[in-house]
């Protein structure tokens, strides 16, 4: 039998009943026109999040967090100014505009670790908001009566000006359910990013929780299994929601890239996330959403237990959702759909799992620039999966991809009805 394109293509799910636009790249480059050096820098949403991580390290504890501005395409730094004005000159040298605020984030974790000893509800969840510079804690409607009352005092005890309150009106939930896209008996989630395990075989990154929930996973529903879950590297609940998930086929060509339907998006390489950040999630239910990135290191209560560690995000998402990648126009690759309330009808709070820290825990690599030598197992276009792998015949393609019944093919992607072109990403609303 031919060899044929693994159907998981990096989030290669289709994107059922979306509306996703795709224009030219918007994002402004750096300009780097400005001699004067307390004048911020224009940065693109990645080349910040780099200056984030230098700062962080050149700062100290004066760094009290930062965050993106895509308005005027800046890094907003927060400092704790002291008695040293330096760490002001030397983040205004490097390019950030720099902001004066009181909460340190030694402070701010001292907050968030009261939070999870004396108010860990099912139902909440909180994270550190660096244009508030404190903690945004959110309860969803389940969070009622005492565990109101519990809460509510827990962060007054923070004292004034280190947290607020947010209710959600929904509840939180991972985003697993019954249906199409990858299978495993009655649980449906969406794949994340295909990625090289370390021993060199072909993978991709799901939820943890569809990793704890079977072994194996198909394309189709009732389909056989294509692809069995790295049982040691299953996390949830606890330090974070991610599986590596094996292509039982060594020969499956597992390409570095996002399907969006009709057309892809490459990706490079894993990033950090930062707030203010503006990302595109692609799952199996909803397709192709975007939104802001708003705190990070969240912790959230689920229902299963908690979870750390994760990116709290204002977009949209749904049950089926759950694994799909989290990315940016530009290719970089940023989360994996955890879960959260709402839905994609009247909004929501999604959390994702860092790609990066899946990466590091699973010794997994991912794009050309982390990828172990050159293609190999993780990227390609003719040559794939074997009888049980996932082509253009059994799960990618016409006959049982999104078109008719396994959701995981071309037809019903963001094709051309739905305002493609094949050069980028803009915001949908």
């Known amino acids: 039998m031919p060899k044929r394109k693994a159907a998981i293509a990096a989030g290669g799910v289709a994107a059922l009943g979306a509306a996703a636009i795709l224009l030219p790249n918007a994002n402004a480059s750096q300009d780097g026109a400005s001699d004067d050096a ?81 108010a860990t509800i099912p139902g909440t969840s909180w994270a550190v908001d660096p244009r508030t510079n404190k903690i945004l804690v959110t309860a969803d409607s389940t969070v009622t009566g005492a565990k109101w009352d519990q809460l509510e005092s827990t962060v007054d005890s923070l004292g004034s000006g280190m947290a607020t309150i947010k209710k959600s009106e929904g509840t939180f939930k991972t985003f697993l359910s019954g249906g199409d896209a990858i299978f495993a008996g009655g649980a449906r989630c969406s794949a994340g990013f295909n990625v090289t395990a370390g021993d060199g075989s072909p993978a991709f990154l799901t939820a943890g929780h569809c990793g704890v929930a079977a072994a194996e996973w198909s394309d189709a529903e009732g389909g056989a299994p294509i692809a069995t879950v790295d ?103 940023i989360g994996l759909t955890s879960g959260g309330s709402g839905d994609c009808t009247v909004g929501g709070e999604t959390f994702f799992q860092p790609v990066t820290t899946a990466l590091e825990a699973t010794g997994a690599t991912l794009g050309a620039g ?60």
Do not use: W
């Open 231 to 333: 049982a040691a590297t299953a996390t949830f609940p606890g330090a974070g929601d991610f599986a590596l998930v094996k292509y039982d086929d060594p020969a499956t060509e597992a390409p570095s890239e996002v399907n969006l339907g009709d057309q892809t998006v490459a990706i490079s390489q894993a990033a950090e996330a930062e707030v203010g950040l503006q990302v595109f999630r692609m799952g199996s239910t909803t397709g192709l959403n975007d939104g802001q990135v708003l705190g990070l290191n969240a912790t959230v209560n689920y229902p299963e237990g908690t979870v750390t560690g994760l990116i709290q995000t204002d977009v949209c998402a749904e049950p089926g959702d759950s694994g799909g990648s989290l990315f940016t126009q530009d290719g970089l690759a």
């Open 38 to 118: 307390a004048a911020p820098r224009t940065l693109k949403a990645a080349d910040a999040s780099d200056l984030a991580s230098q700062l962080e390290g050149l700062l100290g504890d004066a760094f009290a967090g930062s965050y993106y501005d895509a308005d005027d395409q800046q890094l907003v730094v927060n400092v704790i100014p002291g008695d040293n004005n330096n760490v002001i000159v030397q983040a205004k040298k490097a390019g950030a505009k720099v902001r004066e605020v009181e909460n340190s984030l030694a402070a701010l974790d001292a907050g968030a670790q009261t939070l999870k000893s004396e």
């Open 370 to 429: 982390d990828a172990a030598g050159d293609a190999g197992a993780g990227a390609g276009e003719e040559a794939g999966a074997g009888d049980a792998g996932a082509g253009q015949d059994a799960g990618a393609g016409e006959e049982a991809g999104a078109g008719e019944e396994a959701g995981l093919g071309e037809e019903v992607g963001v094709g051309e009805e739905a305002g493609a072109d094949d050069s980028g990403l803009t915001e949908q609303h």
